[in-house]
Every structure is written in structure tokens, then in C-alpha cells.
């Protein structure tokens, strides 16, 4: 494995690697609970506390694991976290808790978590895992609060519940229905293949013209 | 106790409230194994094999054992998953080792299928019994079912046509996805 700062650690999980619009993970929370930008800042902090959390844990005792069964104790590692956020949101969000229902304790299976476990948190030492997890965690909550914002503003109008548009607006129904969801996504994705051609594009065109006033 | 007809359990499970395009459960594979209908009828048929031994072993567990300790609902349901799938997987193997070379890596992928645990965490909330839920598992098996091979016959038609380069690759898929979606949004008003 190639040697990175802890700088890069952090930066390296909010775009590069961004776990939901890069590497397609954890999409299932991305695409669900994403109708309000309210509800994706809840799933965000969750999901933030679970991967922070399990991160230190998992780094920490990562010399008591035997190789064989990592995988089960990761996964009993993250469930229990996500019991903890479970409790802690429904004693302190309840309305929230119950928009979310059983994606909180679907956390669980959110594949994004489990590979910051395999990939980085087994391997680094518990400061580095830490800025890892936290970098992947505010990445994860960039694409949602996008989503979430793209979704909410066509779909309802509003941002947070305060109107944007006036009371003329027609809002867009399909936007917050499921089909909303992977539209969203899909245009983003579409939006971002467009932008990395552009760079590829003007890169291109550079080193031509330095290959020309070199010959 | 829900009091639901089984008819209609399984008709909203199935295309109604469907796991992967109304409720978002089972993407990975939705987008991992969507490229080849026949792969995906197999992964389709793996699921529906995992959601109804899951939710037989999820009805025991919320039966007899969370009754005393709800709070382990969530770890006891992952381990329970996680080891039923490599139950599976090893009796497979002993069984018929042409079907385990087929569904490869697949079948272990299913443990962190997000549908399998939606499916017992939805099938606890709605405190459904033992006939509620294993028609709620084949419901929702046969439309995810359904939904991957809708999606894969659309994906190999689409492979042959001239898509815009920025275009190619997930984002078309989730495009695809969503007007899937739209189209099964015109179920909803049957239940």
C-alpha cells in the first residue's frame, strides 16, 4: 500500500473516493431516505457516529481479531453501534427516528462501512483510521444533503421546510416518489461524466500544445 | 398481530411496494449482477432461497427468544443471516457442486444484501405470523426477482445501441432504473 498524509486520509473519502458517487456504496440509504434534506442529515449523523465509531474500535483491537472470522466481528462491531444510534435517535430525534423506520437499523448492511473496515481501519493505526472514517463520512453526507437538497427543492419547493418558490410553484411529485430517487442520481452521475471528459478534454489539448512548442 | 389477507401481503411485496424499485433494497446486486438475464434469474432465484429461510428463522427468533431482550434484535438477526448464508453455501456445495459453481460468488454477497434484513426488520414491525411472513418472502423475492430481470433484458437490448459516452455505465442504469420505477409507480393503485 502506497504511503498517503494524514491529510489525504481525510480529503481523500469527501471526492475522489466518495463513497456514493464514486464508488457506487451504500447506495440503498442514498436513494431511500433522501426525499428531505432533514431526513438525509439524520441518516448522515448516524451513519457518521457508526463508521467513526467502528473505525477506532476495529483499529484498536485489529491485533485480537483472527483473520479468519474478521469479517463476523466487524459486522458484529457495526451492529452494535447501529443499536447504540438506534436508541440515541429514537430518544432524541423520535420524529425523525420514525420517518427513517428501518433504515437506521439497515446501517448494518451498508457495504460502504464494512469496506473502510477491510480496506483501511484492519491495516493504520487508530488516529489515521479515524480521520479515514471521517473523511468517508462527511463524503457520504455531501452526496446525500445534495441529493437530498436536489429532491427536496424540485419535489416540495422548499429547503428544510422553509418555501423557496412561492405559493405559484407546481412542484414536481415524481422527484420525491421512488423513481425520483434514481433519476437524481443518475443525472448527477451523468453530470460528474461530463465534467471529468471536460478535464480529460482540456488536459489533452495541453499537453499537445506543450508537445508542439517542444518539437 | 397484523390482520392482513395473504393475497394481498404478497400482491404489495411483489410489484406493489417492490424491495428494489419502490423501497430501494438489494441495489447492490441490482447494479452488480443486471448485465446478463440468465445470471440474473440465478442471482433472482439465490435471494428467493435466503429471504425464506430468513424469514422463518426471523419469526422463531421474535418468537420465543426477543420476546425477553428486544434490544438485540439487530445484532441476532445479522448473525443469524450471515450464518444461515454459509449454511447454505456449505450444503450446497455438498449437494450439488454444478449449482454452487453457477451462483459463485454470489451467494455470499447475499449476507450484505440489504433486502434480507429489511425484509426481518420489516416483517418484525408489522408483527406479521408465520404464514404472513413467509408469503411476505416470497413476495418480495419474486419481485426482486422480477425487477433484476426486467433490468437485465433492458441492459442487454441497450448494450447495442449508441449511448453518449458520458453516458455509459451507472448512470444510464440508474436511469433505466427510474423509469422502471416510474412504470411500476402505476401499481400503486391496485391495493
Given at each position: 500500500?502506497?504511503?498517503?498524509?494524514?491529510?489525504?486520509?481525510?480529503?481523500?473519502?469527501?471526492?475522489?473516493?466518495?463513497?456514493?458517487?464514486?464508488?457506487?456504496?451504500?447506495?440503498?440509504?442514498?436513494?431511500?431516505?433522501?426525499?428531505?434534506?432533514?431526513?438525509?442529515?439524520?441518516?448522515?449523523?448516524?451513519?457518521?457516529?457508526?463508521?467513526?465509531?467502528?473505525?477506532?474500535?476495529?483499529?484498536?483491537?485489529?491485533?485480537?481479531?483472527?483473520?479468519?472470522?474478521?469479517?463476523?466481528?466487524?459486522?458484529?462491531?457495526?451492529?452494535?453501534?447501529?443499536?447504540?444510534?438506534?436508541?440515541?435517535?429514537?430518544?432524541?430525534?423520535?420524529?425523525?427516528?420514525?420517518?427513517?423506520?428501518?433504515?437506521?437499523?439497515?446501517?448494518?448492511?451498508?457495504?460502504?462501512?464494512?469496506?473502510?473496515?477491510?480496506?483501511?481501519?484492519?491495516?493504520?493505526?487508530?488516529?489515521?483510521?479515524?480521520?479515514?472514517?471521517?473523511?468517508?463520512?462527511?463524503?457520504?453526507?455531501?452526496?446525500?444533503?445534495?441529493?437530498?437538497?436536489?429532491?427536496?427543492?424540485?419535489?416540495?419547493?422548499?429547503?428544510?421546510?422553509?418555501?423557496?418558490?412561492?405559493?405559484?410553484?407546481?412542484?414536481?411529485?415524481?422527484?420525491?416518489?421512488?423513481?425520483?430517487?434514481?433519476?437524481?442520481?443518475?443525472?448527477?452521475?451523468?453530470?460528474?461524466?461530463?465534467?471529468?471528459?471536460?478535464?480529460?478534454?482540456?488536459?489533452?489539448?495541453?499537453?499537445?500544445?506543450?508537445?508542439?512548442?517542444?518539437? | 398481530?397484523?390482520?392482513?389477507?395473504?393475497?394481498?401481503?404478497?400482491?404489495?411485496?411483489?410489484?406493489?411496494?417492490?424491495?428494489?424499485?419502490?423501497?430501494?433494497?438489494?441495489?447492490?446486486?441490482?447494479?452488480?449482477?443486471?448485465?446478463?438475464?440468465?445470471?440474473?434469474?440465478?442471482?433472482?432465484?439465490?435471494?428467493?432461497?435466503?429471504?425464506?429461510?430468513?424469514?422463518?428463522?426471523?419469526?422463531?427468533?421474535?418468537?420465543?427468544?426477543?420476546?425477553?431482550?428486544?434490544?438485540?434484535?439487530?445484532?441476532?438477526?445479522?448473525?443469524?443471516?450471515?450464518?444461515?448464508?454459509?449454511?447454505?453455501?456449505?450444503?450446497?456445495?455438498?449437494?450439488?457442486?454444478?449449482?454452487?459453481?453457477?451462483?459463485?460468488?454470489?451467494?455470499?454477497?447475499?449476507?450484505?444484501?440489504?433486502?434480507?434484513?429489511?425484509?426481518?426488520?420489516?416483517?418484525?414491525?408489522?408483527?406479521?405470523?408465520?404464514?404472513?411472513?413467509?408469503?411476505?418472502?416470497?413476495?418480495?423475492?419474486?419481485?426482486?426477482?422480477?425487477?433484476?430481470?426486467?433490468?437485465?433484458?433492458?441492459?442487454?437490448?441497450?448494450?447495442?445501441?449508441?449511448?453518449?459516452?458520458?453516458?455509459?455505465?451507472?448512470?444510464?442504469?440508474?436511469?433505466?432504473a427510474g423509469t422502471l420505477s416510474m412504470a411500476f409507480m402505476g401499481f400503486a393503485g391496485l391495493l
Amino acid at each position: 500500500m502506497r504511503h498517503t498524509t494524514p491529510s489525504e486520509d481525510f480529503i481523500r473519502g469527501i471526492w475522489k473516493e466518495n463513497p456514493v458517487l464514486v464508488q457506487m456504496l451504500g447506495l440503498c440509504p442514498a436513494l431511500a431516505v433522501t426525499n428531505s434534506v432533514a431526513n438525509a442529515l439524520a441518516m448522515s449523523a448516524a451513519t457518521f457516529f457508526v463508521i467513526c465509531c467502528s473505525s477506532v474500535l476495529i483499529s484498536t483491537c485489529k491485533r485480537f481479531i483472527p483473520h479468519e472470522v474478521r469479517i463476523s466481528a466487524y459486522i458484529l462491531v457495526i451492529a452494535t453501534f447501529v443499536t447504540l444510534a438506534d436508541m440515541l435517535l429514537q430518544a432524541y430525534a423520535p420524529a425523525q427516528h420514525k420517518e427513517l423506520g428501518a433504515f437506521i437499523a439497515l446501517i448494518v448492511v451498508n457495504c460502504m462501512i464494512l469496506g473502510r473496515q477491510e480496506a483501511f481501519s484492519s491495516k493504520n493505526t487508530v488516529f489515521r483510521s479515524l480521520l479515514d472514517a471521517m473523511g468517508t463520512g462527511v463524503g457520504f453526507t455531501i452526496a446525500l444533503v445534495m441529493m437530498g437538497g436536489f429532491r427536496e427543492i424540485f419535489g416540495t419547493g422548499s429547503f428544510l421546510g422553509h418555501s423557496l418558490f412561492g405559493p405559484n410553484f407546481e412542484p414536481w411529485v415524481v422527484m420525491v416518489l421512488p423513481a425520483g430517487g434514481f433519476l437524481t442520481l443518475g443525472f448527477i452521475l451523468l453530470a460528474m461524466g461530463y465534467i471529468e471528459k471536460r478535464k480529460k478534454m482540456k488536459a489533452e489539448t495541453k499537453a499537445e500544445k506543450v508537445a508542439e512548442v517542444t518539437s | 398481530m397484523s390482520n392482513q389477507s395473504l393475497f394481498s401481503i404478497f400482491f404489495s411485496a411483489m410489484v406493489v411496494n417492490n424491495f428494489t424499485l419502490a423501497l430501494f433494497l438489494g441495489l447492490c446486486p441490482f447494479m452488480g449482477v443486471s448485465a446478463r438475464v440468465e445470471t440474473a434469474l440465478r442471482m433472482g432465484l439465490a435471494n428467493i432461497f435466503v429471504l425464506v429461510l430468513t424469514s422463518i428463522s426471523a419469526w422463531f427468533l421474535n418468537t420465543y427468544i426477543l420476546e425477553t431482550a428486544p434490544y438485540l434484535r439487530i445484532i441476532s438477526f445479522i448473525i443469524v443471516i450471515a450464518s444461515l448464508v454459509q449454511i447454505v453455501e456449505m450444503a450446497i456445495k455438498r449437494l450439488s457442486p454444478t449449482l454452487f459453481r453457477q451462483l459463485g460468488i454470489y451467494l455470499p454477497l447475499i449476507t450484505t444484501n440489504c433486502a434480507i434484513l429489511g425484509l426481518a426488520i420489516f416483517q418484525t414491525n408489522r408483527a406479521y405470523d408465520f404464514m404472513q411472513g413467509l408469503t411476505f418472502a416470497i413476495g418480495a423475492g419474486l419481485g426482486l426477482t422480477l425487477a433484476l430481470v426486467l433490468m437485465a433484458s433492458i441492459r442487454e437490448t441497450v448494450e447495442f445501441s449508441d449511448v453518449p459516452g458520458i453516458a455509459r455505465g451507472t448512470g444510464l442504469v440508474l436511469i433505466i432504473a427510474g423509469t422502471l420505477s416510474m412504470a411500476f409507480m402505476g401499481f400503486a393503485g391496485l391495493l
